[in-house]
């Protein structure tokens, strides 16, 4: 088995016990996906805090791990057949995990697909048309007069809420039982807040969206992960 120690990204984020999971990420909403899912399911890991500019996640160390330069990326020192597994990508993570440690991704083969697909849901729609609203109205995209882009993605993120909105119809998690799926999605819905975005898409009409919000919120493991790693102080 190849150490953690062995590999390049030691030697900007050395780990402080090598026996554990490795957690290279950032408090972002598809960061915390990954953070929330390893506090639910109770693995032991260490977070490394790898901020969002190009002295982080371009640099030579970051890039041998992710070739994608972007958060969230792990490595783990015990996985299929006890080899080093490293993997970025955060959907891609969570469903490793999941089966990794046989939780939050049902108890049928047939459950595990329905999570999966959500997951997808996510992947593809949400976090993308949600990331690029936030972009178009609260960051650079803000500054461009042409108001196509914007009702572009306003449109889409008010259509991907709506299938939420009816999804969670009588139910309290998206697949029925809480899993994966919810951890990927609900970061974020909890980004609307923080991109300024919560009125252009109607989040007033979403009751049953809200009130997942708040439930997925209010989860112990939720609370902890969502804040892993800290931010640095300003």
């Given at each position: 088995m190849t150490s953690i120690t062995d590999h390049p990204i030691n030697r900007r984020w050395a780990a402080a016990d090598s026996s554990i999971l490795q957690l290279y990420s950032f408090p972002t909403p598809n960061g915390v996906k990954v953070s929330i899912m390893l506090e639910e399911i109770g693995l032991p890991y260490e977070a490394h805090l790898v901020t969002l500019s190009d002295a982080d996640v371009r640099s030579p160390e970051f890039l041998a791990l992710n070739p994608n330069n972007k958060i969230p990326a792990i490595i783990d020192p015990y996985g299929p057949d006890g080899e080093t597994v490293s993997l970025f990508e955060s959907g891609a993570i969570l469903i490793y995990l999941a089966e990794k440690s046989g939780k939050l991704i049902g108890a049928t083969p047939a459950e595990k697909y329905e999570a999966i697909q959500w997951v997808m849901f996510q992947m593809g729609g949400v976090?993308?048309?949600?990331g690029q609203l936030g972009y178009f109205t609260k960051f650079a995209g803000s500054e461009i007069e042409d108001p196509r882009?914007?009702?572009?993605?306003?449109?889409?993120?008010?259509?991907?809420?709506?299938?939420?909105e009816k999804q969670l119809e009588g139910r309290d998690w998206i697949t029925g039982s809480y899993s994966i799926?919810?951890?990927?999605?609900?970061?974020?819905l909890n980004a609307l807040e923080y991109y300024q975005t919560k009125?252009?898409?109607?989040?007033?009409?979403?009751?049953?969206?809200?009130?997942?919000?708040?439930?997925?919120?209010?989860r112990p493991a939720v609370q902890k992960g969502i804040n892993t790693p800290s931010r640095p102080e300003a």
């Open positions: 976090g993308p048309m949600l882009p914007r009702e572009r993605y306003q449109n889409e993120a008010k259509r991907l809420l709506a299938v939420l799926a919810d951890i990927a999605i609900a970061p974020w009125e252009l898409v109607g989040w007033t009409d979403l009751p049953n969206v809200n009130a997942y919000l708040e439930r997925f919120l209010a």
